[in-house]
């Protein structure tokens, strides 16, 4: 039945935050916590902080940074699709499989020549 297949994704979906919680948890009692000076400086490579950790980037640098993680994982979406598409070919969809991996790329395309001409791509 439905509601039974659905159960075991409950069940581990439960055991998972029961078990992120318990390690947290533990890790929190069992943590030693003497806290120092030198400790709770920020640190930066060995070098010794100058000024205050706050510092505003530009919010090109975020937006750069995330359009290259959507592409990054969309890009992952391509492997599985190469590995089967023998498999698409010989079911006799493999038309079909060109065509929605084609659909798939374009919007991708689209997706950065959106982002260029709004600039974001310019580093600085």
Known sequence: ??????????????????????????SRLLQPHRPYPAKETTYECGEMPVGIAWVQFNISYYIFALIFV????????????AVVMRMLKDAGVGVFGVIEMTVFILILVLGLVYAWKKGVLRWV
């Open 1 to 26: 039945s439905t509601v039974g297949d659905y159960s075991y994704v409950l069940v581990f979906f439960i055991a998972a935050i029961i078990f992120g919680l318990i390690t947290l948890f533990l």
């Open 70 to 81: 959507i592409f990054d994982v969309e890009t992952v979406f391509i492997y599985p699709w």
